[in-house]
């Protein structure tokens, strides 16, 4: 069980996000964390980078502008 001031931290500085795929509607996806826990690697890390990518994306095209 979290101690109350870990249970504070976290609801001040994290966010939890719960993803789930069909199978049939994003296979690619699926396929990917799947690949992934295979390999051993991180799927948290995996889709942080993404978002992080996503991200720079936008605000390059912001720059653009």
């Known amino acids: 069980m979290d101690s109350p001031s870990k249970i504070r931290y976290d609801k001040k500085n994290l966010v939890r996000v719960n993803i789930a795929f069909n199978r049939k509607t994003n296979p690619e ?3 990917k964390m799947e690949e992934l826990e295979r390999a051993g690697e991180s799927k948290s890390a995996y889709i942080k980078a ?5 991200i720079d ?6 720059g653009k502008e």
């Open 50 to 54: 993404a978002v992080q990518e996503k």
């Open 29 to 31: 996806a699926v396929a």
């Open 57 to 62: 994306c936008e605000r390059a095209q912001e």
